[in-house]
């Protein structure tokens, strides 16, 4: 079984993985946006077809639950800001499509710990030839080497006509292996979070 198949299934409303405490820290959304479009016109929000999906080194299995979970969150936050979100994709203005991806890292530290000091005669840096103690650098070098499961949580909003995306917003975080109880009143703030800057002013 892989380290990432051991992580809990109930951790990964990941999804909002790195959008809720299952980070190391709440991580900041980056956004983009086409900058020559008109946002103006946009009132009715469905979901893509193609959204939910998970991919990278040993891409989660979220169930159907899990992803309604998410898609809820999401609606709620867009609501709030006053959008209609929709069933019907042919009653939409815009459609809504998130996807998280999953990469394994390696995390490479070195620690400077003091020496133990052994006694001796010995010669120490060119002066006291006879000192009692031999003590070259008086620190060790330690080299830490940790994995780790690195998410990236993506939304894209996506113009029907143009079937491109027009808005995009991403964040990225180190991911805790630990089980994660998701409060409501979380899962909401987070998605409120990464769909802060919808639509763009």
Known sequence: MTRWKRISATFIT???ALLLGACTTA???VFDFKHDYDFSGVRNIAFYKGSGEVSGDNPLQLSDFQKERIDDA???ALQTKGFNVVDDANQADMLMSWHLGTHEKT????YETP???SMGYGYYGGYN???MYNCWNCTNTEVRVSNYTEGTFIIDMIDPNLQKSVWRSVTQSKLKGKKHEDEPGEIDEAAQRVLAQF???
Do not use: G, K, N, Q
Not at 107 to 110: A, E, G, N, S
């Open 14 to 16: 990941l999804s909002i």
């Open 27 to 29: 991580p900041e959304p």
């Open 129 to 131: 030839r006879y000192s």
């Open 74 to 76: 999401l609606a709620r």
């Open 115 to 117: 020496a133990t000091m």
């Open 107 to 110: 995390d490479v530290r070195t």
């Open 199 to 201: 639509p763009p002013l």
